[in-house]
Nanobody
Framework: QAQLLESGGGLVQPGGSLRLSCAAS????????IVWFRQAPGKQRDFVAA???????NYTASVKVRFTISRNNAWNTVYPQMNSLSVEDTAVYYC?????????WGRGTQVTVSS
């Protein structure tokens, strides 16, 4: 069964960095896009970034110069590198993919930016 598992979240000070991971199991990540979303307390889940099977990327405007998403197909994993974090980046981060016409979500990883 296809599964996604996020990791790498934590507490970081403003201006700091974190690298999240989204590890896929039950299917080969090579051929599928991975999309990252985040949900802050009391807010809707919003698009953050995406990486397609050919490695092309897309970012929401607020993270475009600070986040970089990459993939390691050998490890079946996608990595968003998040730099210059601000308190506005505090949220639960989720990865998502569509595999065999079904949407799969991970359980999320908490990112808290605070001094």
């Amino acid at each position: 069964q296809a599964q996604l598992l996020e990791s790498g979240g934590g507490l970081v000070q403003p201006g700091g960095s974190l690298r999240l991971s989204c590890a896929a199991s039950g299917f080969t990540l090579d051929y599928y896009a991975i999309v990252w979303f985040r949900q802050a307390p009391g807010k809707q889940r919003d698009f953050v970034a995406a990486i397609s099977s050919d490695g092309s990327t897309n970012y929401t405007a607020s993270v475009k110069v600070r986040f970089t998403i990459s993939r390691n197909n050998a490890w079946n994993t996608v990595y968003p590198q998040m730099n210059s974090l601000s308190v506005e980046d505090t949220a639960v981060y989720y990865c998502q993919t569509t595999y065999k016409s079904r949407n799969y979500w991970g359980r999320g990883t908490q990112v808290t930016v605070s001094s």
